[in-house]
């Protein structure tokens, strides 16, 4: 059993999971340190015993110090620091810069991210403080600025003093300030940091002492890249991903507990679609996030209802099934109907070619799941290739096309090798996005692929009620 010393901040104890480890281990904490180490959300806390618990990853991965304990979770596919940071550059909501975070994948997550942001800042201040007009509203005993008559009757009815006023202050209290510094500010305080990168950062948090600080968990202020900001802009994105991920809580000079906590899975979706996007976005494609589709082919008519060619031809019986169109589209609000979520849709000139879907477990069975999805999809879709897209286990994993059976539908298991850095990262991904063109450009459309789709289950419906028909003959 791992027993940290508890209050200490000299001392620190690390301990490291992999993201899918459902075994754990156990630790010795307070009462305190277990719930501030559950509010993370980084590992499951399951009481063991007297200030004993036992950890298990909840399925996120990231960082964490309570206590004099560190608890860091790593991705089970073999991602460094490097690459980790990397797909957080593909968070729309949260995306870090390719070159904010400057980290070997051996390095400490902490250590790393300090020392970038004392580094960036110290580069943003060289030529001095950005300043900039702040509106403040205030109620003074002199006229400044304008009086807000409206404010002024409703508060003070009758009263000549103080005024109402509304001002604006050139000032280094702006949004892009008071980011900077409360990032520096938190990081200082996180323990086990070099001193240099210490005194670095509190110096960035001493320069910037006119600009407030963020209290922790109020919203952070949006700031708009300019040209006025330019030399900030590195040091800001990194700040402001810092001030809204990374929790520092700090008590008598020490930090208490620190987390900086995210989704595998989310990044992983993420990086898969804004890459296949910029790949195939152009030239009459485009690709479709999810779009929702029919997968019912309507009602099945009775037997005098057989359309206009009603001499049991193909012609009737298609019109007696009447097969949905091969296109996305949303199913109709009334009535009832089978639909189905199809993935990354590749589509060119309005007519579906292909479909992706990106999926973060990385074990087949886990995997099956996705393939009766795709199945789905490819079927209500009428095309006959799918792409299921996931976390390569193993440097040497190839593509793997798996036919369905009494089908003409192929489902590729396509990996991407993240270990290997974001270059190797994207060029599996753009190699991904050119089958998909050469599907576009091959021969057989998409449409012409749903109609023999549609040709095929009208053939397989009639042997079938023919079978019947056969077998209820010979019962009699």
Known sequence: ??????????????????????????????????????????????????????????????????????????PAASLGLTQLFFLLDHAADDAFLPSAVQARDDDELWVSVAESMARLAHQALAPGLLRGYRRVDESLTTVRGRIRL????????????????????????????????????RLQFLPDLPDNTRRRLAMVDARLADASLIPQGAPVPAWTPSRLNARYQAALTLADRIVRRISVEVEDGHASSAAFVTEMPALFERFVESELTAALHGRGGRLLQNPVVDLSSGTEAGPDDTGEAGDGTDGGTAGRHRAAPGRHRAPADD????????????????????????????????????????????????????????PAQRRDDTPQPRRIVHTDISIVEYPVDLSGGPAQSRRAIVELAQQA??????????????????????????HTTTQIREGRRHAR
């Open 335 to 390: 009535g009832d109907h089978i639909s189905v979520r199809t993935g990354l849709v590749y589509e060119v000139d309005g007519d579906p070619v292909t479909t992706f879907v990106a999926t973060y477990p990385t074990d087949r069975r886990a995997r099956a799941a996705e393939h009766y999805r795709l199945l789905a999809a490819c079927t209500a879709l009428g095309v006959d290739r799918a792409y299921l897209v996931y």
């Open 437 to 462: 063109r050469a599907l576009a450009a091959a021969p057989a459309t998409p449409a012409a692929r749903h109609r023999t789709g549609a040709r095929h289950h009208t053939a397989v419906h009639h």
């Open 1 to 74: 059993m791992t027993a940290p010393s508890t209050g200490s901040a000299a001392t620190s104890l690390a301990l490291e999971f992999d993201e899918f480890d459902r075994r754990g281990k156990l630790v010795t904490l307070s009462w305190e340190g277990a719930h501030h180490l559950s509010q993370t959300r980084l590992v499951e806390v399951l009481p063991a015993g007297r200030d004993t618990w036992r950890l298990i990853p909840s399925g996120a991965v990231g960082s964490v110090r309570v206590e004099g304990l560190s608890v860091r979770v790593m």
């Open 150 to 185: 409206g404010d002024q009757i409703r508060r003070r009815p009758g009263m000549a003093i103080p005024l109402e006023v509304s001002y604006s202050e050139f000032t280094p209290d702006i949004a892009e300030n008071r980011i900077l510094r409360t990032a520096a500010h």
